[in-house]
């Protein structure tokens, strides 16, 4: 059984969508196993996207995901990598499939709604950014 790291970005929860995010995922078979609403410092944020630091967006997107509070969950379901990132869509709200969660709900490339790993490597490493073992059911 697979893990994975689902973030509601903070634009995702002032829109108010976490219902329907985590509706869409349990719909698809998928089991959330730890849940929790955080605010990320700068540091934190930073921290999370370090492999980004190079970029030329690194500093705007660190101030957006500490300019509020998110949602971070481990979810857990065969396949559940991929899965989640079909379900997100594409990075780019606008090259994203119809029905997907970024065409439904993103602003913006950025601000983009929510966050999902990307290989069981990253998973492992952001699911334990945010998660002890006593957090996870
Ligand atoms: P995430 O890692 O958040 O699930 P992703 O894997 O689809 O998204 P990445 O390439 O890992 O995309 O980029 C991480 C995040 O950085 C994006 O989700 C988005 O918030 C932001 N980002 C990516 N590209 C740009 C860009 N060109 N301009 C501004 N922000 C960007
Ligand atoms: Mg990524």
Known sequence: ??????????????????????RRFQEA??????????????????GFYAVHRERPFFGSLVDFMS??????MVLEGDGVIRRNR?????????????????KDFAGNIEQNAVHGSDAPE?????????FNALEIH
Do not use: W
């Open 122 to 130: 990253t998973a492992a490493f952001e699911i334990s950014y945010f």
């Open 29 to 46: 078979g998928i089991r959330v196993a730890a849940i929790k609403m955080i605010q990320l410092s700068k540091a934190e944020a930073e």
């Open 1 to 22: 059984m697979e893990r994975t790291l689902s973030i509601v970005k903070p634009d995702g929860v002032r829109k108010n969508i976490l219902g329907e995010v985590i």
């Open 86 to 102: 079909e379900l997100m869509g594409a990075t780019n709200p606008a090259d994203a499939a119809p029905g997907t969660i970024r």
């Open 67 to 72: 300019s509020g509070p998110c949602v971070v």
